[in-house]
């Protein structure tokens, strides 16, 4: 019933720039929490940053100054701009989102991921 997709993703060189989206749609009320994860291959699932819905943020220390998550309450979207990129932010970028429906109350989804891969 609800859907979170992201894009953005692609290939970029060591130093450049991305920005990722995820969009949600559906029978949503409201959301809360959203965050971005990332899965590295052979690593477990890490989250990168958080933001609330009062707008603050949190980040891991290995993105500190170099990401910066916001949203768009209007669009039921989510942004990580993503700058100074390395090759060990090679990973697939996930949002999950605390979101409320008028049927099934408050729980977590998660986007379906999105490649980006850093690398000259």
């Known amino acids: 019933q609800v859907q979170l997709v992201e894009s953005g993703g692609g290939l970029v060189q060591p130093g450049g720039s991305l920005g990722l989206s995820c969009a949600a749609s559906?029978?949503?009320?409201?959301?809360?929490?959203i965050d971005w994860y990332r899965q590295a291959p052979g690593e477990q699932r890490e989250l990168v940053a958080t933001i609330t819905s009062d707008g603050r943020t949190n980040y891991a220390d290995s993105v500190k100054g170099r990401f910066t998550i916001s949203r768009d309450n209007a669009k039921n979207t989510v942004y990580l701009q993503m700058n100074n990129l390395k090759p060990e932010d090679t990973a697939v970028y996930y949002c999950?989102?605390?979101?409320?429906?008028?049927?099934?109350?408050?729980?977590?989804?998660w986007g379906q991921g999105i490649q980006v891969t850093v690398s000259s």
């Open positions: 999950r989102a605390d979101i409320r429906t008028l049927v099934t109350g408050t729980r977590g989804y």
């Open positions: 559906g029978s949503i009320f409201i959301i809360y929490t």
